[in-house]
């Protein structure tokens, strides 16, 4: 499959550090090519590595994640322009769950591409086909979610879901991730400045 994985790392040079000890390894091993760009903050990181991208496809990957083996051979079976993993959490060197598909919150159905109208359920690690992205203008600055934001562009430009349940992204979950600092009425009006950006209802 003709696909990059690009990691995207910002702030501290620790975090460069440790996307040099799990998440480039992990993408090595898969055999595909991988780029990494370190920047000020995670948009320009991100976007500084999808530059990097001449592939058809792309993986972006979190510093402090892994893809584990078989992913893109998983992701090949597939049709979709996005094409969503399952997604197994660890604390330390241990697993919370087995492979999961990630739904809408409050959602108890399999969650399709409509769904993303009301919130996210793609992780950043989603395989993408690189034009896609770049169409729907990259990466943009959110506090939280901001791969939902992609993702919407993405579906709002004419793209295809589907989810891969086989191809597994290893979320590592640390109380003090970015993600998680963000609580309350941040993530709130984060949601909700996500939504007006993007024209959807506003909760």
């Known amino acids: 499959m003709d696909v ?22 992990s993408a090595q091993a898969l055999g595909v090519p991988v780029v990494h760009h370190h920047a000020d903050t995670l948009h320009d990181a991100r976007n500084g590595a999808l530059a990097q991208v001449d592939t058809e496809w792309v993986i972006h990957l979190d ?19 996005v094409r969503a993993p399952a997604v197994r959490y660890v604390r330390g060197a241990r697993a919370l769950n087995s492979p999961t598909m990630p739904n809408v ?37 959110f506090p939280w979610s901001e791969d939902w934001d992609l993702w919407v562009r993405c579906w709002q430009a004419g793209g295809t879901f589907e989810s891969i349940p086989a191809a597994i992204y290893r979320a590592h979950v640390r109380p003090k991730s970015r993600n998680r600092a963000v609580r309350g009425a941040a993530r709130l009006e984060a949601h909700r400045a996500i ?9």
């Open 4 to 25: 990059t994985v690009a990691v995207g790392t910002f702030g501290a040079q620790s975090w460069a550090d440790l996307a040099r000890q799990r998440a480039i390894p």
């Open 63 to 81: 510093a402090d994640d892994e893809l584990e083996a078989g992913y893109v051979e998983a992701m090949a079976t597939g049709t979709a322009d």
């Open 105 to 141: 919150s409050g959602h108890s159905h399999a969650c399709e591409a409509a769904c993303l109208e009301w919130g996210n359920w793609l992780v950043v690690g989603a395989l993408v086909r690189t034009e896609l992205v770049r169409q729907a203008g990259g990466w943009r600055d």
């Open 195 to 203: 939504a007006r950006a993007n024209g959807l209802p506003i909760p």
